[in-house]
C-alpha cells in the first residue's frame, strides 16, 4: 500500500559512494522520533545518489516497526497539492 516504486533496503545501501550522509545519520531516523514529532525529512541532490534508495529503505522500516507509509518523489507530491488546490481540497 506504501506504493513504493522499487524494491530497496537500508542494508543494501552502499555509503562509500555517497558521502553527504553516513549510516550513522539514516541509522538515527530509525527511531521514527521525526514521525511521532510530524517532521518531515527530504533528501535533495542530483539524480543516482541514492536519496529514493534512502527512502523507500526507510519506509521499510517504519512499515515493520507499524507505521504506515506511502512514497511520492516530489514532482507527484508538486502535481498532487496543485490538483488538490485547483479542486478546493488542500486543506482535506
Do not use: C, W
Amino acid at each position: 500500500q506504501a506504493q513504493f516504486p522499487n524494491e530497496k533496503r537500508l542494508d543494501l545501501f552502499d555509503y562509500r559512494h555517497q558521502t553527504t550522509v553516513t549510516k550513522r545519520q539514516i541509522n538515527g531516523l530509525l527511531d521514527f522520533s521525526f514521525i511521532d514529532e510530524r517532521q518531515n525529512v527530504i533528501f535533495i541532490g542530483p539524480p543516482g545518489v541514492g536519496k529514493t534508495h534512502l527512502a523507500i529503505g526507510i519506509g521499510h522500516e517504519a512499515i515493520q516497526a507499524g507505521y504506515k507509509v506511502l512514497f511520492r518523489n516530489a514532482l507527484t507530491l508538486v502535481e498532487e497539492l496543485e490538483l488538490a488546490e485547483m479542486k478546493g481540497e488542500l486543506k482535506k
